[in-house]
């Protein structure tokens, strides 16, 4: 079982930055592929980013490409989204997602574990 929880979200002027951080209980998080997805009321969850087992691969879509950065500190259980250059459009519940799989993973339903979310919204 994985135990997941979101922080740093919050409100922020577009053109802002906020660094996102997700802590995971534990002992398989360093064996763990980790995923962002996002949420805005009314429309379904999109991915955002993803990270496997060891940092050395990510991805992420068109919409953030060149703005985010998901990272990871497997000491310290935590993956992390760094978000540069926000658009209003970025608004939206942010999930943390754990995955059992270590290599990449990008589609929701290959994500065993989620968090509650945390809030990012962007003013213009």
Known sequence: QVHLVESGG???Q??????LS???SGRTF???????FRQAPGKERDFVA???WSGGATYYPDSVK????????????????QMNSLKPEDTAVYYCAAASSRQLVIAGDEFDYW??????TVSS
Do not use: E, H, P
């Not at 060149?66 to 989204?81: E, H, M, P, Q």
């Not at 968090?115 to 990012?120: D, F, I």
């Open 115 to 120: 968090g509650q979310g945390t809030q990012v």
């Open 22 to 24: 997700c802590v995971a």
């Open 66 to 81: 060149g703005r985010f950065t998901i990272s990871r500190d497997n000491a310290k259980n935590t993956v992390y989204l």
């Open 10 to 12: 919050g409100l922020v």
């Open 14 to 19: 577009a053109g802002g930055s906020l660094r």
């Open 30 to 36: 360093s064996r763990s592929a980790m995923g962002w």
């Open 50 to 52: 993803a990270i496997n």
